[in-house]
Nanobody, 128 residues
């Protein structure tokens, strides 16, 4: 069974940085697309923000985070990462990772419609 464990969240001032980690077991980050999603509040939709292909290093970023966030993976550790720089208050959310056999763009754009295995998430709060 695939399990995902997110970590690395916390509180940071605007302009600061955080690196989130997603430890994966039960499958390999090397062969499936991995994505980071966030949900600002329970009443808001979860959205894909950064996804990486399982076949190559192609990435997809939602416009709101493009140029500030970087997704990567370490096959040896079977872990995916999200480096978040120049954080803004609007980045405040619970961040989740997911893994699935799909493309990076499909995962980020439509992933919430077909992904049903999520980790517990990690809270990121950006505030002065």
């Amino acid at each position: 069974q695939v399990q995902l464990v997110e970590s690395g969240g916390g509180s940071v001032q605007p302009g600061g940085s955080l690196r989130l980690s997603c430890a994966v077991s039960g499958t390999s980050v090397q062969y499936e697309a991995v994505g980071w999603f966030r949900q600002a509040s329970p009443g808001q939709e979860r959205e894909g923000i950064a996804c990486i292909s399982g076949r190559n290093d192609n990435t997809y970023y939602r416009e709101a985070v493009r140029g500030r966030f970087t997704i990567s993976r370490d096959a040896a550790k079977n872990t995916a990462y999200l480096q978040m720089d120049s954080l803004k208050p609007e980045d405040t959310a619970v961040y989740y990772c997911a893994i699935h056999k799909t493309t990076e763009s499909a995962m980020c754009i439509m992933g919430t419609t077909f992904i049903n295995n999520w980790g517990q998430g990690t809270q990121v709060t950006v505030s002065s």
